[in-house]
């Protein structure tokens, strides 16, 4: 790494490796991680690395991997799909955006390509940021998380050309040259020859290469076919990372995308990180002691500016008003392209580096202030609803002899479509109104109840219940729901679905009549059909499953009573599997003729 010591290439790598975990422990996310990381081993701090323009330079390869990343992932059925949230949404955000903050900057600055560079750099997001944090909050799945990807996917796919576009406002930066016609031409005509070469060898290139089995070797291929790219990308004067991020699009329908992604995932994970540690490096921390009024006015008008605008087009799309303001609060700081615009633009010319170590000092300001942002929101969101109201449950229709079925997700739905198709009447409840929505899209009959809570189980006539059947996919509330139903309703059948043998126990201390385990008869039937591809006769392989069936199920009885200690389980345990070896060799010796010819030589 150029005159770096080895010393300082371990200072990097540690930090590369501690700070993600950290600060997933955190939950600051990773990027920011890195870039406080960059900044206490940089020249403002410790200074342990003084130079961090040329790890930048190295390090920079991690947004090239990055961008061939999102271009493998970039199916078009995916983009179809969302085309609505993504191209809609996403594409009115970072226009409105970028116009408003343009002109913003445009006041204050007296180069045009300064404000626009400036405008279109800020209306990105963190991708890395925002994810983490909805995902770690369980909104990503909410419809404001959904739209909230859209819009991050949409900055992902614009970052391309606005890399792309820093490269032709430094055409007529200071010192240096237009472009003429005939260079116009050689890049055009550069990618044209790698989509239509790309499309035609690369495929076969990756295929010829897995069939020889060496795994580096299809590694190697992946990064070689990145830099070849780059490489001439570069030649012909247009970014390295506009020509990774097609390479990875050619590559999206291939077969081997996977593989291809599995293999380069973890030098884009450690490039990126670096590229971050060294972005870290170079804000100037010297900006808020001397600055700190412009930067404190930067980071609050760019939050308020971008929230204002995603809250209003939230509601456009239909989202509610607490909701919008979740979705606007999520999206309104600083992204990480943003740093890659700004070394991008430092290095043709198009800012000056106190202009660009200002807007990452803004930017990184804007990406610390997101979480607590977001529990504010929230907070005062808690204060102004007051108490959460109790939910309203539906209403069930009277019912007699029928069943009640407590849990409708995949389990419970297989037991109510068995009831439906014989003409047994079932009452369903589930207490996610999520589950309902999609159970009642698809036609299926199910009530909005917790069977946790007496008076659900009330209203569902558990009293004149031929049986109750606890499918609930939470090993508590199912435990709840079956101590209610034993204590008010005793006289009333319980089937439990056990997720395993400590649950199962907990539920036969419970007493109910009968229990499953959710995923042994599937296990058994997969086992029972390996043997008979194995060359056991299909009479021999039922013998086999009967007799494992058999045992196992005495075996979880008499374990019931060791339930609560875990050493006297374990030595159970080895000596049923010693008993079970037993008992098969003594079967297999009674049953020899059973076998096939071949099975009898294994």
């Known amino acids: 790494m150029g005159d770096l010591s080895l010393t300082q290439v371990a200072v990097l790598l540690a930090a590369a490796g501690i700070v993600a975990p950290l600060a997933k422990f955190l939950r600051v996310g990773a990027v920011l991680g890195y870039l406080l990381a960059g900044v206490v081993i940089g020249p403002y701090m410790l200074g342990i690395i003084n130079d961090p323009a040329k790890m930048l330079h190295i390090a920079e390869f991690g947004v090239v991997l990055l961008l061939f990343v999102i271009g493998l992932q970039l199916k078009p059925q995916r983009l179809w799909a969302m085309r609505k949230a993504v191209f809609g949404l996403g594409g009115w955000q970072v226009g409105i955006t970028a116009i408003i903050l343009t002109g913003l900057m445009f006041i204050h600055v007296e180069s045009w390509r300064v404000a626009l560079f400036t405008g279109l750099a800020l209306s990105l997001s963190s991708t890395a940021m925002v994810l983490q944090v909805l995902k770690e909050t369980g909104e990503l799945e909410m419809r404001h998380g959904r739209l909230a990807f859209s819009v991050l996917l949409f900055q992902d796919l614009a970052a391309i050309p606005m890399i792309a576009f820093v490269g032709l406002l430094s055409l007529h930066g200071t010192g240096a040259q237009p472009m003429t016609v005939e260079a116009a031409l050689v890049a055009f005509a550069a990618i044209a020859a790698i989509l239509l070469g790309g499309r035609l060898l690369l495929g076969r290139a990756f295929h010829a290469i897995a069939r020889t089995g060496v795994g580096e070797a299809m590694t190697a291929f992946g990064l070689l076919t990145i830099v070849v790219v780059a490489m001439i990308m570069e030649g012909v004067g247009l970014s390295a990372a506009l020509g990774a991020f097609i390479a990875g699009a050619l590559l999206s329908d291939s077969t081997y995308r996977h593989e291809i992604e599995a293999d380069i995932k973890p030098f884009e994970t450690l490039f990126l990180g670096l590229f971050f540690i060294s972005i870290g490096m170079s804000l100037d921390l010297s900006l808020l002691g001397s600055q700190p009024g412009i930067v404190a006015l930067g980071a609050t008008g760019l939050m308020l500016v971008k929230g204002l605008i995603l809250d209003r087009l939230g509601r456009g799309f239909g989202l509610p ?70 939910p309203e449950f539906d209403e069930m229709p009277k019912s007699e002899a029928h069943v009640v079925i407590a849990g409708l997700g995949r389990f419970g739905q297989i037991v109510a479509r068995v009831l439906a198709a014989r003409g047994i009447p079932f009452t369903a409840l589930d207490g996610d109104p999520a589950q309902i929505e ?119 009885v008499e374990d019931h009573v060791y339930a609560s200690d875990q050493q006297k389980l374990a030595e159970s345990a080895r000596r049923h599997a010693e008993e079970l070896a037993a008992l098969f060799e003594a079967d297999l010796d009674a049953r020899g003729a059973s076998l096939a010819p071949e099975a009898r030589q294994r």
């Open 321 to 390: 008003a607490e909701a919008s303001r979740r979705f606007a609060c999520a999206l309104s700081q600083g992204g990480e392209f943003a740093f890659v615009l700004t070394a991008i633009a430092i290095a043709t010319g198009v800012i000056a580096r106190d202009m660009a170590a200002l807007i990452n000092v803004i930017v990184t300001v804007t990406m610390v202030a997101t979480p607590p942002l977001l529990l504010a929101e929230k907070w005062l969101a808690t204060r102004r609803a007051g108490p959460e109201p109790e």
């Open 438 to 556: 999609v159970i009642r899209r698809f036609g299926g009959q199910v009530y909005f109840g917790d069977a946790t809570r007496p008076e659900i189980l009330a209203a569902a006539q558990v009293e004149r219940a031929r049986a109750v059947v606890v499918c609930i996919s939470s090993v508590e509330d199912s435990l709840r729901t079956v101590d209610l139903v034993r204590r008010r309703y005793p006289h009333v059948p319980i089937f439990a679905r056990a997720r395993d043998r400590n649950h199962a126990h907990r539920l036969m201390d419970l007493g109910v009549d009968w229990l499953i385990r959710e995923t042994f008869l599937s296990a058994i039937e997969m086992s029972r059909q390996v043997l008979v591809r194995s060359g056991m006769s299909q009479q021999a392989a039922e013998r086999t499953v009967q007799l494992f069936v058999e045992r196992d199920e005495r075996c979880l």
